[in-house]
């Protein structure tokens, strides 16, 4: 009996062990690695984080999520590094939660859900960023994790703010809603508005609108700027933000589920299969047609997926536990199997393949942050200090310790149009990109205007040899 229990006990302890092992390194990654995010929506979260302190309306910006911006100030206020540390302790804390998930759930090998959320490929460089879904995998797990554990009302005030760290939070509390409905729980539907009140009244001073928290909504479009896709893409892209094993076994979960409630219908395997099962399919089943319908100003990025992790690690774990049932009287062959699946999850991700982890870019620092800090911002401040930028994107705040959504003392474009608002000096930096592509100005047009002078301009080659040109304009 003794040596069965050690059987038992040893590989938990080693699955904790490599689990910690895998923590250290991601924290390690965002501490030591060269990386600043993957740029885009990273550093604008980052920026926005980082200076409400100095600028509080910044806590009740919607497009910005005021939760997360709440909760990630604090670790912004030492740089980028300090929201990327953030993002990993939200990372490994939405795995561990996976795990008490699987445990809840009553599966032989719960301890490994763990280390299967955190070698899917895509959380890595999301993690190492400024984006809001390591923290929206948190709470999400954390909901998750307390209604099954029946502490319900806590569960539905976390799940509440969601929707303030990403706009997909009101899919998710629209399956809670569901669930306390079909239950019979009336009571506790009022507190999934628990967010929404809090913040309706802390930000209605700042807005005069106690309704801002669905007037300022910055999605609420049916016209999308981004065009549309196929009905398929997330399901595509799913095989590769999370690998080829544990794709399978999702799949397997995904058709077991419904059996085994059938099976057993009990109010037990109901919540389970409508919160993991629920969730995770709705939320894809959601994006899949924001994104073909062209609505919502969905782009269709895969990192949105990354919400959804910790649960789809559940029923990834959920799919072995099946099939290791249709073994369980060859417990030879049950081990066998999982020694297998394991050695697919922690292999898969080091191998050169599309659906693997590309470490490389992950934790090293992209070609347009290091043309940004080493060329263009040096020229910059040698040439024309103390003057305002123009700029077509938000990664110049990476290099500045100014406020680039303050119009009084940053250019940022936005959505403008010309006429620009420049004062003698000023310098209009545009990209060949992101000015044309987002911002409707061309190099032609600028061109042919007569209050600017063009001054220099840069060329900036990425990974795959394509040039995107920068062309700097002084305002005489």
Known sequence: MDYLRLKSIQPQKAAQLLFAIISIALLGAALFGSTMGEGGDSTTHYLYSKLSWQNPSYFF???????????????????????????????????????????????????????????????????????????????????????????????????????????????????????????????????????????????????????????????????????????????????????????????????????????KKSNYHFQKLFLIYGISLGFIAAHSAFWALGIFNSMGLNRVLVTIFPLIGVLAMQGLHALLEMQKNKPIYQERFVYFFMAGILVFPLLNNPASTNFNEAVNINKQHQFLRDELMPYLEEKHPNVNYFFGETEIGLFTGKDIFKEETWLYPGAAVPPYNMQSGDVLVFDSLLMLEERNISLDQLRAENNLIEEAHFPLVNNQKKATFYYLFIKP
């Open 61 to 263: 910006n919607h497009w910005a999520k005021p939760f997360f911006t709440l909760c990630s100030s604090p670790f912004a206020q030492f740089g980028i590094k300090g929201i990327m540390v953030f993002n990993v302790l939200c990372s490994i804390a939405a795995a561990y939660f996976s795990n008490l998930i699987s445990q809840k759930l009553g599966f032989k090998y719960y301890y490994l859900t763990a280390i299967v959320v955190i070698t899917m490929p895509l959380l890595l460089p999301v993690t190492l960023s400024g984006l809001t879904e390591p923290f929206s995998a948190l709470l999400l797990s954390l909901a998750v994790y307390l209604y099954l554990n029946q502490s319900v009302l806590i569960s539905l005030i976390i799940a509440s703010f969601l929707p303030f760290v990403r706009s997909e939070g009101l899919i998710i509390i629209s399956v809670f809603a569901c669930l306390l409905v079909i239950e019979k729980r009336w009571k506790y539907l009022p507190w999934l508005m628990f967010g929404h009140v809090v913040y309706s009244l802390v930000g209605w001073a700042y807005y005069a609108d106690i309704l801002w928290v669905f007037n300022k909504i910055p999605y609420a479009t049916m016209n999308s700027v981004y065009g549309k896709g196929n009905w398929t893409h997330f399901i595509n892209q799913l095989y590769f933000c999370i690998q080829p094993f544990s794709f399978v076994m999702f799949c397997v979960a995904v058709l077991y589920l419904p059996i085994e409630w059938y099976q």
